[in-house]
């Protein structure tokens, strides 16, 4: 997250249906419309846009926000309720920013918004990724967190999290996410009881998974089976050599549950998960090859 004035300055394999952060939606114009809560996938970011003063300065800053790498995102709701999100970077040590806000008239309106949500912490300028570490990963909204936030740098004891939002049958919302260390993507799940609306246009329909370039390493990695998981569930995964990594489960508010040392084989391997100990939701596998990240949601009875 931010926090100072100045933007700190993967090549990615993905299966079919996944939602791009293309330089359309780099932009508030040209937000990327979304009518369903699923699961939105974005590998990479493509710069800032042509406008990157469009933030201005919101509540958490003292200063204009530097936009470096970012995504919006706006949606309409249909039925009245709670609204939260988890923003999962597929690299957890870069540091994300958001800012949720309320349209004060119909998607078309993008300019007339009102700031609901806002959190920008993160390391100052100069100082190492250890000492910002409990500032970056997942960051969003999610129930019993604080309301609002504030401040420069990266204190200890401070959270990623925000509280949830009521929201109301006929708003519209946009929701700008920023990624201050480098260019690296997101997952994006949404929470709570509200749902969106059904709109006309370029929707987002992904439920996808992530694969960085590893082609001249792994042939194929399955989805999570089965889906959902009571006790144990696994993946498969094909590799032409042998491959060193790690298998993390995560949390929806980011936070790892199970890590265990990988060592993948030639040929067919099958990654076991015991998902027995935790509690009933949604969750995350991590899996990491050689610098490369793979990624898949599944869920727990």
Not at 21 to 40: E, G, R
Not at 220 to 244: C, F, G, K, M, Y
């Amino acid at each position: 997250m931010i926090k100072n004035r100045l933007p700190a300055c993967l090549l990615l394999l993905l299966f079919p249906f996944f939602l791009r952060s293309q330089s359309t939606s780099n932009d508030c114009a040209n937000a990327q419309l979304l009518c369903n809560k699923n699961l939105v996938t974005v590998p990479f970011f493509n710069g800032a846009g042509s406008n990157t003063s469009e933030v201005g300065t919101p509540s958490c800053l003292e200063f204009p926000f530097p936009e470096s790498h970012s995504s919006w995102f706006k949606w309409t709701i249909e039925t009245s309720g709670s609204l939260g999100f988890t923003i999962l970077p597929i690299n957890e040590q870069d540091d994300f920013d958001f800012v949720l806000y309320r349209l004060q008239g119909d998607l078309s309106q993008y300019d007339l918004r009102e700031e609901l949500r806002c959190l920008a912490y993160g390391p100052e300028m100069g100082e190492s990724k250890s000492v910002g570490q409990n500032c970056t990963g997942a960051t969003g909204l999610v129930a019993g967190a604080a309301p609002t936030a504030f401040g420069e740098g990266c204190p200890v004891g401070v959270e990623n999290f925000l509280e949830l939002v009521s929201v109301e049958s006929g708003e519209s919302y946009i929701l700008f996410i920023n990624n201050f260390r480098s260019s690296n993507g997101f997952l994006l799940e949404f929470s709570g009881t509200c749902t969106f609306k059904e709109i006309a246009g370029p929707c987002n329909t992904s439920t996808s998974t992530v694969l960085n370039n590893l082609q001249d390493a792994v042939l194929d990695v399955s989805e999570v089976v089965p889906n959902p998981a009571t006790n144990a569930a696994q993946i498969n995964l094909t590799a032409t050599r042998a491959l060193a990594g790690q298998l993390l489960l995560i949390d929806l508010n980011g936070r790892i549950r199970k890590s265990s040392p990988l060592n993948i084989m030639p040929g067919e391997n099958i990654l076991s998960l015991d998902v027995s100990v935790l509690e009933p939701g949604v969750f995350f596998v991590k899996i990491r090859l050689e610098g490369h990240t793979y990624l898949a949601r599944f869920y727990k009875h």
